[in-house]
Every structure is written in C-alpha cells, then in structure tokens.
C-alpha cells in the first residue's frame, strides 16, 4: 500500500516548503506551504502565521494533518497498491483539487468520470495496474492528461486576453516542470 510520509515530503517540496508566499496573479492568493488562504481561508494555522510563527513543529504538524485530511484520506491513499499511482494522484489534487485530479484517473482506467472516487473507481483502478510496467503506463497517461489540462487552464484563461502579466500563462512553465518532477 501506498505511503503519505512519502508523498507528502515530495509535495511540501514541490510546493515550496514551509514558506509564506505571495505572487502577483496567483489567484490562490497568499499561501503557506501550498495552503491558499483564498482556497482554504479557514485553516487554523492562518492565526499562527499571522501571529508571525511561520516555522517549527507545531505548525508543520499542522500542514502535515491539512494535507492528509483534505488530499490523501480524500483520495484513499492508503488503499491504493502502488505509491507511483498514488503520488501522481495526490500530488495534483492538491495543485489542482481532487474531483479534477480523480477524473482524470477516471478516465484513464475506464470508470465514468464523475470526480468521484468510490468503490467502483478504487477497483478499476486496481485492476488497471497490477504491475510496475502498468504503474508506469498509468504515471505516464496521467502526466500527459495534466499537461493537457494545463494548456486548457491558459487556452481558455480569458484575463489572459486583457492582462498577459496576471494570466495563468505565466504559470504554464512551472506547471509543465512540475508535471516532469512527479512522473519521474
């Protein structure tokens, strides 16, 4: 079975570790640690940061129980059988939420695209990978399918029309580079 410590080190990387940041035309906003205050405005570890604690354990403790609450218990990381399968999976509902994330998965193993992941889903999943050949036919098929999502993102960003400087094409690079660091 799939293993959060070890998907979550690699996320909290990729999101910039336990770091407050701010950058112009992320729509997400401020954000700690990949947390987005405009996305997740409730999360208790607003108050320690704005209360200036930005490091150490308690509030790593708590990004760490974020994580696993709202991305990995969501997409029942746990049961998934191969940790490739499940970082992939993990990693971009948190980038880009898990109904978008699970539908993709969806898709690929043949279950009706519904964002949901149920039973159904978690045994088509399973029966579609059975193998490290397959768990790596599945990483691929999934990182070509954000890709592709992606382009979507800024294809259809109409502010990219007005304002190229606060469009979500300034973010198409880092998204793609992400992409290529969780397939690898």
Known sequence: MANFDLCFEKVI????GYRLHNVPGD???MTYAGISRNAWPDWTGWQLIDAGETQGDRIESMVRTFYKAHFW???HG???GFQGVAFVLYDFAVNAGIRTAVKIAQRIVGATPDGI???KTTAKMAAYVTNEKEERLFIAEFSLSKVIYYKDICLNDRRRRKD???SNLKFLCGWINRVEKVAA
């Open 13 to 16: 990387h990729l999101e910039g």
């Open 27 to 29: 729509r997400g906003g």
């Open 73 to 75: 218990d969501q997409i």
């Open 78 to 80: 746990d049961i998934i």
């Open 117 to 119: 992941l149920g039973k």
């Open 164 to 166: 190229l400087v606060n």
